[in-house]
T-cell receptor
């Protein structure tokens, strides 16, 4: 079945450091790929998504590129801020079939220190 | 506009009891999906409703059920509670039309503790 593997956390960075959170997936065909963010005390919210190979999703300074050849969708940001401290979830949705639910990775806790 | 609202935020129940959780989606959204979040299993899909019809169901026992009302509000019910049902239950909404199935926002969740 479909699965998503994220890098283990927690990740602790200093403000203005570069961030990469690795995400790889297993799925047939061309699933849609997502990054969700969960800030402390809040529900998950969609950060960015990509629906086909080589697409780049971006939002709030974060980027992720859909790499079909490496089945990856790594999240990157060039300069993190304290306000980026949150849990980040990678997810996929199948491109076809009746099962259109999201499959999530285990989440990566990011803490940014001032 | 108001986000996804889940009630109650916290619940403590005894094994064998049943529980009902409620979710009000973002105004205008017609699709509601439910997820269970636990430290061991992470986020797992329970079911999705669109226009009062269950469109998709995850791999959970029949003790887990749900429904959606004409105003798009949704409830999920868990009967004969087990200790392993202790989890954070999350609801998400999406427009559900024009291919927009992907939930943009989740509620804060209902934390269920079974003792």
């Amino acid at each position: 079945g479909d699965s998503v593997t994220q890098m283990e956390g927690p990740v602790t960075l200093s403000e203005e450091a570069c961030l990469t959170i690795n995400c790889t997936y297993t799925a047939t065909g061309y699933p849609s790929l997502f990054w969700y963010v969960q800030y402390p005390g809040e529900g998950l919210q969609l950060l960015l998504k990509a629906t086909k190979a080589d697409d780049k999703g971006s939002n709030k300074g974060f980027e992720a590129t859909y790499r079909k050849e490496t089945t990856s969708f790594h999240l990157e940001k060039g300069s993190v801020q304290v306000s980026d401290s949150a849990v980040y979830f990678c997810a996929l949705r199948p491109s076809s079939g009746s099962a259109r639910q999201l499959t999530f990775g285990s989440g990566t806790q990011l803490t940014v220190l001032p | 506009k108001a986000g996804v609202t889940q009630t109650p935020r916290y619940l403590i129940k005894t094994r064998g009891q049943q529980v009902t959780l409620s979710c009000s989606p973002i105004s205008g959204h017609r699709s509601v999906s439910w997820y269970q979040q636990t430290p061991g299993q992470g986020l797992q899909f329970l079911f999705e409703y669109f226009s009062e019809t269950q469109r998709n169901k995850g791999n959970f026992p029949g003790r887990f059920s749900g429904r959606q009302f004409s105003n798009s509000r949704s409830e999920m019910n868990v009967s004969t509670l087990e200790l392993g049902d202790s989890a954070l239950y999350l609801c998400a909404s999406s427009p559900g039309t024009g291919g927009t199935y992907d939930p943009g926002f989740f509620g804060q969740g209902t934390r269920l503790t079974v003792v």
